[in-house]
């Protein structure tokens, strides 16, 4: 199955996809929208040019798995690019993932413009892997 994975910004949306063998994932770009609306409906318009059969949008909880503010707007977002897309959208747990993308740039000496241009892609890729990583260890468990 084709999985479309999403970091969900303010500014910029990073993009993730998966094979149909569910093997790999990969950066597909990034988004720069500042609308809500306006990149939800073009998160879905990607997803679907993208084949993809389910979406993922990270969803930020906080460090002690309680939902802020962040984490409600990004239940929003999967909500609105849900209904655009008519695909099931399922929010997966993103904590440190934007984090992790940074540590990964640093290693690969990404810098400035480049790495400004990458790290919400990386995320996503990251979000993706996860969720790829539970679907092959719960073949039989929906997600949570």
């Known amino acids: ?32 929208e500042r609308r809500f609306d306006v990149c939800a409906e073009k998160t879905a318009q990607a997803a679907l040019a993208a084949h993809a059969e389910e979406i993922v949008v990270g969803h930020p909880k906080n460090m002690d798995g309680s939902c802020g503010d962040r984490a409600q707007k990004c239940e929003e977002f999967a909500r609105l690019v849900g209904e655009a897309s008519g695909l099931p959208v ?30 919400d892609a990386v995320a996503a890729v990251l979000i993706l892997e996860s969720y790829l990583g539970y679907r092959k260890n719960h073949k039989n468990d929906a997600a949570d």
């Open 1 to 32: 199955m084709i999985l479309f994975a999403v970091d969900f910004g303010d500014t910029r949306t990073g993009y993730a996809v998966c094979d149909k063998m569910e093997m790999m994932a990969s950066p597909a770009g990034v988004l720069t």
């Open 90 to 119: 399922t929010l997966w747990d993103e904590r440190c993932t934007t984090v992790s993308a940074h540590q990964i740039l640093n290693t690969t000496n990404t810098r400035g413009k480049k790495r400004k241009a990458v790290v």
